[in-house]
Every structure is written in structure tokens, then in C-alpha cells.
């Protein structure tokens, strides 16, 4: 692929608040190249679920910039209607049909309808049945056909389809409209090969494949240019990360090879598969302060009976053997996870596995969700044998137990001086920003600080979900 043109969505809309990408030749060119191209079209753009989808709608609004398209912000106004869709929990697909529903009346007037991402690929074509009016089914693994399928589209085809999931191509564009001007995605590994028993995510976005790490390192640099110190590596199993160029860089390499490019002061990288987590990752972040000290951990369930059922390929003896690698740290690493409660078979004595690995792990953060079974996938043939009354309950208690435990880790900080990326205002006099452990920090400062810029916070208060502080000059 040719060098990829990154282009930030402030660097198009408004002066970039630092004052490297402010100067970046790069920025200046396509500011120029995006008033010069407009075709008139106009597309709107709604994404549901990760991290992943949010990135591969950069990529798709940058194929879409590429074709002179503009962004609108609502339906009415686009003549290309798109939804990034998400399938991992019932609830989440379900969106996607209201919202279609919505927009049926402004399919009329000739507009397209496109359904994208993890619903599109798992019900296909049936979704032209249940919503006549689109007009464009694609799932991710088929993303790189999207001009060849926006141009079809344009010469007048009623329907268009990309659903092929046997693809070994990763997405990769010549333009990427990022809207985060302070944290920059890039994927490193795309589709997954695990069969957790209750996920759609294998059956979505395909088998594994990574990115070169030539390539990938040349997306960094490119990054740098535009003014980005922060980027975050994104993959459904970052772990398992083999890179296809005969550099040969395992995961952990090629985070000391990103942390090693100049200009990048903070990597961080999700999701982490546990079975393919090694002490290596944790060397490469003792050895390299770029790489942020938080790595996100999903357990799933304290119970090893649970975890089997759950086909995770690990026990939670293993998962707790990973855990002492990270709290055995020559720097404190944050960890965080993401729980299921109220799996097929999970008893109150598995809930309560769950629960005392809570107290043994002392997480910083955990999404927590109540089970929801999917289609193609395992569990869907199991009893969904916990009431749902029950699954809320035990959920509640599961999200009390970690906000506690928050609340007193984060009031260890209090007195601490920690680094925060300054990324806006929370409040008028009051700013807000990250810090490397990905903590959220609201505080005040003598004087105003930059957007984009990093200063030292004195932090004075702490709650369960973020921390409060006074920047020092
Ligand atoms: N039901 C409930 N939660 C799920 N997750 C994935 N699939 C399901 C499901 N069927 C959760 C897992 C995963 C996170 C992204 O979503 O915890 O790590
Ligand atoms: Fe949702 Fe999973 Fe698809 Fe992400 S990969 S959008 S979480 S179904």
C-alpha cells in the first residue's frame, strides 16, 4: 500500500490545537486537498459498539472524504445514511433496527441506507428483508471493497453486498478521518481465532490477520507528523499479533519498536487475550516509559468451571499467575477487565469465585455485563439457565463490590503528582485529561493549559471513576 494520508478531524474543521500538528506540512496539505475535492455528496455516520468499530469508521469516513463526500450530522441532511453497527450483545443489535426504522421515511426520498459492521455481517442479506429501504450490506472483513461498493452504488445499483469473512486482507486506507485529536487508533490485528462460547466477534470480523509492522510503524510516524503523541494499538487479541514481514516482531517487539519512535510518548494497546498474555509484555513496559502502565485483562468469571464452559482456554489459577506477573511489576500497572455474569450454569458459588477474585485481582476499572446469548455461537445451545432478575441482581453486587474497590485505590493516589494529557474542559476553570494509567483527572490550574499538552497534577480528592487535582507549574 502507498504511504497512508491520516487525517485528524480538527486539522479539517478547525486550527489543531498543538502546535506540531498546527505546523504539520501534512496537516496544511489536506486541508487544501479536502476544499478542493468536495463531490457535493454528503454521508452521516452513527457507530455502535468498540473501540474497533469506532477506528473502522475513521477508515470508512476516510474512503468516503477520499470520494469528495462530506460529513453531515443528521440523516435528514446526507444523501449516503451508514450505521456501524455491533452485535455483541442483544440489546446492541437491536438499536440498529430501531434506528433503521427511524430513517425509513427518509429512504423515500432517495437517500441510500447502508448497514455496516458486526450486525451486517451476522444477519446479511435478512436484513434487506426486515428493512427493504437499505440499500447496502457490509461487514468489516469486506471494508476494503467499500469504494468499489460506493461506486456501484452511485452508478444507481438498487442493492450492494460485501459479506465475504474467508478474507486474509487487513483495512487499510489511504485516509483515515480521525476524530480524537489526542489519542490516535491504528489497527494492529484484525478478526479473531479463539471460540469464546459466548461470542459473535469470530463469526463478525473473520479469521486473524496482522498488519506488517513496517506498516504499522510507518502509520506511527505518520501520527507523529500530524501532531499525535499518543496512539493506541487495537486488535480483538493484540497478544496474539504475528507479524507477516520478515522482521518476525511478537507483540511485545513491536510495542518497544512503536514506544521507540520519536515524537510518541504514550502507547496503549487493547484487548489482551489472557491465554496469549507473556511476561514479555510486562519487560517491554518496565523497560520503555512510553508504554502506559495499564494493560485491560478481560477474565470473564472467577470460576475455572465457568471458564471452561465459557471455552477461555485458561483456569483461575492461570488467569491469577498472569495477574502476579503484572502486580510483580517494577512499576505499578493498572488492570482492568470485562466480567460476564449469569452464564449458562453459573451458580451462586461460581458468582461468588467471580466476586473473591474482585478482592484477589484489585482491579481499577471492570466493564461488567449480564449474559446475553447470540447467535452462532455455543452457549445459544445451553440452557440459559440464570433468570434474568437474577443476572441483575448478581451484577449489581459485582458493580458495587469493584466501585469500592476503586474508590479505595484511587484515594491511594491522593498527594500523588501524576502526568495528565490535557484533552479539554470539564467545567468552566476546570480541565480534564489522562493519565498514563488511564485514570480520568478533572483539575484546576494557575494558568490555562494547552490542549494536547502533558502536566504534572497534584491530586487532592479521588472517587470510584476519577480523580480530582490542581496542575503544578
Ligand atoms: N453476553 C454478554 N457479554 C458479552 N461480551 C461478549 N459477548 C457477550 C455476550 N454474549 C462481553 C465480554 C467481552 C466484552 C467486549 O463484551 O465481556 O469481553
Ligand atoms: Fe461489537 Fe464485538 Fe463487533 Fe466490536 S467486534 S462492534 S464489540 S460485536
Same mark, same amino acid.
Given at each position: 500500500?502507498?504511504?497512508?494520508?491520516?487525517?485528524?478531524?480538527?486539522?479539517?474543521?478547525?486550527?489543531?490545537?498543538?502546535?506540531?500538528?498546527?505546523?504539520?506540512?501534512?496537516?496544511?496539505?489536506?486541508?487544501?486537498?479536502?476544499?478542493?475535492?468536495? /463531490?457535493?455528496? &454528503?454521508?452521516?455516520?452513527?457507530?455502535?459498539?468498540?473501540?474497533?468499530?469506532?477506528?473502522?469508521?475513521?477508515?470508512?469516513?476516510?474512503?468516503?472524504?477520499?470520494?469528495?463526500? +462530506?460529513?453531515?450530522?443528521?440523516?435528514?441532511?446526507?444523501?449516503?445514511?451508514?450505521?456501524? &453497527?455491533?452485535?455483541?450483545?442483544?440489546?446492541?443489535?437491536?438499536?440498529?433496527?430501531?434506528?433503521?426504522?427511524?430513517?425509513?421515511?427518509?429512504?423515500?426520498?432517495?437517500?441510500?441506507?447502508?448497514?455496516?459492521?458486526?450486525?451486517?455481517?451476522?444477519?446479511?442479506?435478512?436484513?434487506?428483508?426486515?428493512?427493504?429501504?437499505?440499500?447496502?450490506?457490509?461487514?468489516?472483513?469486506?471494508?476494503?471493497?467499500?469504494?468499489?461498493?460506493?461506486?456501484?452504488?452511485?452508478?444507481?445499483?438498487?442493492?450492494?453486498?460485501?459479506?465475504?469473512?474467508?478474507?486474509?486482507?487487513?483495512?487499510?486506507?489511504?485516509?483515515?478521518?480521525?476524530? /480524537?485529536?489526542?489519542?490516535?487508533?491504528?489497527?494492529?490485528?484484525?478478526?479473531?481465532?479463539?471460540?469464546?462460547?459466548?461470542?459473535?466477534?469470530?463469526?463478525?470480523?473473520?479469521?486473524?490477520?496482522?498488519?506488517?509492522?513496517?506498516?504499522?510503524?510507518?502509520?506511527?510516524?505518520?501520527?507523529?507528523?500530524?501532531?499525535?503523541?499518543?496512539?493506541?494499538?487495537?486488535?480483538? /487479541?493484540?497478544?496474539?499479533?504475528?507479524?507477516?514481514?520478515?522482521?518476525?516482531?511478537?507483540?511485545?517487539?513491536?510495542?518497544?519498536?512503536?514506544?521507540?519512535?520519536?515524537?510518541?510518548?504514550?502507547?496503549?494497546?487493547?484487548?489482551?487475550?489472557?491465554?496469549?498474555?507473556?511476561?514479555?509484555?510486562?519487560?517491554?513496559?518496565?523497560?520503555?516509559?512510553?508504554?502506559?502502565?495499564?494493560?485491560?485483562?478481560?477474565?470473564?468469571?472467577?470460576?475455572?468451571?465457568?471458564?471452561?464452559?465459557?471455552?477461555?482456554?485458561?483456569?483461575?489459577?492461570?488467569?491469577?499467575?498472569?495477574?502476579?506477573?503484572?502486580?510483580?511489576?517494577?512499576?505499578?500497572?493498572?488492570?482492568?477487565?470485562?466480567?460476564?455474569?449469569?452464564?449458562?450454569?453459573?451458580?451462586?458459588?461460581?458468582?461468588?469465585?467471580?466476586?473473591?477474585?474482585?478482592?484477589?485481582?484489585?482491579?481499577?476499572?471492570?466493564?461488567?455485563?449480564?449474559?446475553?446469548?447470540?447467535?452462532?455461537?455455543?452457549?445459544?445451545?445451553?440452557?440459559?439457565?440464570?433468570?434474568?432478575?437474577?443476572?441483575?441482581?448478581?451484577?449489581?453486587?459485582?458493580?458495587?463490590?469493584?466501585?469500592?474497590?476503586?474508590?479505595?485505590?484511587?484515594? +491511594?493516589?491522593?498527594?500523588?503528582?501524576?502526568?495528565?494529557?490535557?484533552?479539554? +474542559?470539564?467545567?468552566?476553570?476546570?480541565?480534564?485529561?489522562?493519565?498514563?494509567?488511564?485514570?480520568?483527572?478533572?483539575?484546576?490550574?494557575?494558568?490555562?493549559?494547552?490542549?494536547?499538552?502533558?502536566?504534572?497534577?497534584?491530586?487532592?480528592?479521588?472517587?470510584? /471513576?476519577?480523580?480530582?487535582?490542581?496542575?503544578?507549574?
Amino acid at each position: 500500500m502507498p504511504d497512508a494520508i491520516h487525517v485528524r478531524l480538527d486539522a479539517l474543521a478547525s486550527p489543531p490545537p498543538t502546535a506540531a500538528a498546527r505546523d504539520s506540512a501534512a496537516a496544511d496539505e489536506l486541508r487544501a486537498a479536502w476544499r478542493a475535492r468536495p /463531490n457535493g455528496r &454528503t454521508f452521516y455516520l452513527e457507530t455502535f459498539g468498540c473501540q474497533m468499530n469506532v477506528h473502522d469508521s475513521e477508515k470508512v469516513a476516510g474512503v468516503l472524504f477520499a470520494r469528495g463526500y +462530506r460529513q453531515v450530522d443528521a440523516p435528514d441532511d446526507a444523501d449516503l445514511v451508514l450505521y456501524n &453497527t455491533c452485535s455483541i450483545r442483544e440489546k446492541a443489535a437491536q438499536k440498529v433496527f430501531s434506528r433503521l426504522g427511524q430513517v425509513r421515511g427518509v429512504a423515500r426520498d432517495g437517500k441510500v441506507i447502508g448497514v455496516l459492521g458486526c450486525v451486517a455481517q451476522q444477519e446479511g442479506e435478512q436484513i434487506f428483508e426486515r428493512a427493504p429501504w437499505v440499500r447496502l450490506v457490509c461487514g468489516s472483513a469486506s471494508y476494503r471493497r467499500l469504494p468499489e461498493l460506493v461506486a456501484q452504488l452511485e452508478a444507481g445499483d438498487t442493492r450492494v453486498t460485501g459479506l465475504e469473512l474467508d478474507t486474509d486482507e487487513t483495512f487499510e486506507t489511504d485516509f483515515t478521518r480521525r476524530d /480524537n485529536p489526542f489519542r490516535a487508533y491504528l489497527t494492529i490485528i484484525e478478526g479473531c481465532d479463539k471460540a469464546c462460547a459466548y461470542c459473535v466477534v469470530p463469526m463478525t470480523r473473520g479469521p486473524e490477520r496482522s498488519r506488517t509492522s513496517e506498516s504499522i510503524l510507518r502509520e506511527v510516524r505518520g501520527l507523529v507528523e500530524l501532531g499525535y503523541t499518543e496512539v493506541q494499538l487495537l486488535g480483538q /487479541n493484540v497478544n496474539s499479533y504475528r507479524d507477516p514481514s520478515p522482521a518476525r516482531l511478537d507483540f511485545a517487539e513491536l510495542l518497544e519498536a512503536v514506544a521507540e519512535v520519536p515524537g510518541v510518548r504514550r502507547v496503549r494497546f487493547t484487548t489482551s487475550h489472557p491465554r496469549d498474555f507473556t511476561p514479555a509484555i510486562v519487560r517491554a513496559i518496565e523497560r520503555q516509559p512510553a508504554l502506559c502502565d495499564h494493560v485491560h485483562l478481560p477474565v470473564q468469571s472467577g470460576s475455572s468451571r465457568v471458564l471452561a464452559a465459557m471455552r477461555r482456554d485458561y483456569s483461575r489459577e492461570e488467569y491469577l499467575e498472569r495477574v502476579a506477573w503484572v502486580h510483580r511489576a517494577r512499576r505499578p500497572i493498572s488492570l482492568t477487565t470485562d466480567i460476564i455474569v449469569g452464564f449458562p450454569g453459573e451458580t451462586e458459588r461460581d458468582f461468588e469465585d467471580t466476586l473473591s477474585l474482585l478482592d484477589l485481582v484489585q482491579y481499577d476499572g471492570a466493564f461488567s455485563f449480564k449474559f446475553s446469548p447470540r447467535p452462532n455461537t455455543a452457549a445459544l445451545r445451553m440452557p440459559d439457565d440464570v433468570p434474568e432478575e437474577e443476572k441483575g441482581r448478581r451484577l449489581a453486587i459485582l458493580q458495587e463490590r469493584q466501585r469500592e474497590i476503586q474508590q479505595a485505590r484511587n484515594e +491511594r493516589l491522593v498527594g500523588q503528582r501524576l502526568e495528565v494529557l490535557v484533552e479539554g +474542559r470539564s467545567r468552566p476553570g476546570q480541565w480534564a485529561g489522562r493519565t498514563s494509567s488511564n485514570r480520568m483527572v478533572n483539575f484546576t490550574s494557575p494558568e490555562p493549559p494547552a490542549l494536547g499538552e502533558y502536566r504534572e497534577v497534584v491530586i487532592h480528592r479521588a472517587g470510584p /471513576n476519577s480523580l480530582v487535582g490542581e496542575a503544578v507549574i
